[in-house]
C-alpha cells in the first residue's frame, strides 16, 4: 500500500513525532510485522484531527496523544478477541473498531453507534482509508437486533458493567466474550454486579507511551438469550 503520510498541522507535536510513536508502540504490541507499509491508522490520525476542528468528535487533540490514548489504546485488547465477528457498542468517532478493523481483516466489525454525526465521521473515514470489513450500525443498542450473534463484544467508553452486560449479554454468541475497556481498576462497578460470576478476568493492559492505568473486564455471557 502506497505511504500516505501525515498532513496534520502538529507533525511532531510537542512530545515526538507521531509516526514514530506509533511505530516504536507496534512493535511493543508485537505487530510491526503485520502493518509493516500500512498507513492507515497515520490516515485514520489525520482524519479524526481534521474532523475534530468543526465537529469535536474527541478532546484529544494533539496527534501524539491521539497515538497513545486512541490507536494504541484500541490495539492493545487484540490478543482478547475471540471469533470472527466483533461488535462495538458506542463506537463514537470509530474507537475502537477502526483500529481494531486495520490489525485483523480476517475479522469482521460491526460499530454501533446513535450519533448521526459521529457515524458520518466514521462513514467517510471507512471510504479514506478502504476498510472492507467494517459494518456500520446507526441505531441504540437497547433496540439493535442483529440476524447473527457475536463472538466479541466490545466497550470502550458506552456505560458501567451492569448496564453493559445487561446489554452485551444477549448479543454475544453461547461462550461469546464481553470486553470492557477502563481506566482504574473498576472495584465500584464489579460490585454493583448482580452475577460476579461472569466476570473471567479484570487484566491489567499496557499501552505504550501510556502511564495512565488500564484495565480489560473480561465476562462471558452466562445465559445468552434466546
Not at 101 to 128: G, H, I, N
Amino acid at each position: 500500500m502506497q505511504k500516505r503520510g501525515f498532513r496534520g498541522n502538529d507533525r511532531h507535536g510537542r512530545n515526538g513525532n507521531p509516526e514514530e510513536l506509533l511505530a516504536k508502540g507496534l512493535r511493543e504490541l508485537g505487530l510491526e510485522q503485520a502493518l509493516a507499509g500500512d498507513d492507515r491508522l497515520m490516515e485514520f490520525i489525520t482524519e479524526l484531527m481534521n474532523w475534530n476542528r468543526v465537529y469535536n468528535l474527541t478532546s484529544v487533540r494533539k496527534p501524539t496523544e491521539i497515538v497513545t490514548r486512541h490507536i494504541l489504546d484500541s490495539l492493545s485488547i487484540i490478543p482478547h478477541l475471540r471469533g470472527r465477528r466483533v461488535l462495538d457498542i458506542g463506537t463514537g468517532a470509530g474507537l475502537p473498531g477502526i483500529p481494531l478493523a486495520v490489525a485483523c481483516p480476517e475479522r469482521e466489525f460491526y460499530l454501533l453507534d446513535s450519533s448521526s454525526k459521529k457515524l458520518r465521521f466514521v462513514q467517510q473515514t471507512l471510504a479514506t482509508l478502504g476498510l472492507n470489513n467494517v459494518v456500520l450500525e446507526h441505531t441504540r443498542v437497547e433496540n439493535y437486533r442483529p440476524g447473527e450473534r457475536f463472538d466479541t463484544v466490545i466497550c470502550r467508553a458506552f456505560s458501567d458493567l451492569h448496564d453493559l452486560y445487561g446489554h452485551a449479554a444477549r448479543l454475544c454468541t453461547p461462550g461469546g466474550r464481553i470486553l470492557a475497556m477502563k481506566g482504574v481498576y473498576p472495584m465500584a462497578e464489579i460490585e454493583c454486579l448482580e452475577d460476579k460470576s461472569v466476570i473471567h478476568d479484570v487484566l491489567t493492559i499496557h499501552v505504550p507511551g501510556l502511564d495512565a492505568e488500564r484495565h480489560l473486564v473480561c465476562m462471558h455471557a452466562a445465559q445468552p438469550a434466546g
